[in-house]
């Protein structure tokens, strides 16, 4: 018998290889420390050399701006953006907000499936 969990992450995996081939960027993010999370639409991946963004589409298991999502260390939210372009090798992820505080990750290197899992200190 599959439990709703279960039934959850299958959905979810279905989903992301679904949206992975359709040129979409899947970043799954792990918290680093107990806290409350959001994420604001102004979240892009930006590609080294050519500066392109790709725009965040949606995101599961966090809550955007003004509200939040608490997290405990080691859970984890995943976010969709637009594809990366065909040139791209490198790009950072930029919370690009009018505060302190946003996420920034640097130097993601890119990878055939477009499936990144990374972490949010």
């Known amino acids: ?3 709703k969990t279960e039934f959850a992450e299958k959905t979810e995996l279905a989903l992301q290889t ?8 899947i970043v799954h993010c792990i918290c680093g420390q107990d ?4 994420i604001w639409p102004s979240t892009y991946l930006i590609e080294y050399g050519s500066n392109k963004k790709a725009k965040l589409i949606t995101a599961f298991n966090i809550s955007f701006y003004p509200y939040w999502t608490i997290k405990n260390k080691g859970q984890k939210f995943t976010l969709l953006f637009e594809g990366l372009s065909e040139e791209c090798a490198v790009f950072d992820l930029i919370e690009s907000i009018p505060q302190d505080g946003g996420f920034q990750v640097k130097n993601i290197v890119r990878n055939n ?5 990374i972490r949010i200190d």
Do not use: F, I, P
């Not at 679904?18 to 960027?25: I, S």
């Open 35 to 38: 806290a409350a999370y959001r």
């Open 113 to 117: 499936t477009d499936v990144y899992t």
């Open 18 to 25: 679904e949206l992975a081939e359709e040129g979409q960027t």
């Open 1 to 3: 018998m599959t439990t």
